[in-house]
Nanobody, 124 residues
């Protein structure tokens, strides 16, 4: 059974930083592209970032480019999202996702597995 478990969310002031983590089990982690999506109340799930299973390719949503960095650790079956210069508009539930195949899919439906999400709130 595949499990993705996110952690690291919380309340942060505008301009602050957070680092999200996602640990995976039940799959051959190195064979999967890993991604982060987010969803704010009343909005669709939005692509944030992804990291390919091969080649080290990374992709970012336009709203987070230059502020967020995705990384992965195949030894520990983990993927991370370093979020800097956070804005109130970044407030959302953040979801980790896994996909067997390419990472350059920027909608939710092509992704095979999902975590339960971790809440990020940016507010003063």
């Amino acid at each position: 059974q595949v499990q993705l478990v996110e952690s690291g969310g919380g309340l942060v002031q505008p301009g602050g930083s957070l680092r999200l983590s996602c640990t995976a089990s039940g799959l051959t982690f190195s064979s999967y592209s890993m991604g982060w999506f987010r969803q704010a109340p009343g909005k669709e799930r939005e692509f944030v970032a992804s990291f390919s299973s091969r080649g080290g390719f990374t992709y970012y949503g336009d709203s987070v480019k230059g502020r967020f960095t995705i990384s992965r650790d195949n030894v520990n079956s983990a993927v991370y999202l370093q979020m800097n210069d956070l804005e109130p508009e970044d407030t959302a539930t953040y979801y980790c996702a896994a996909r067997f195949g390419s990472a350059n899919y920027f909608t939710a439906s092509p992704w095979n597995y999902w975590g339960q999400g971790t809440q990020v709130t940016v507010s003063s």
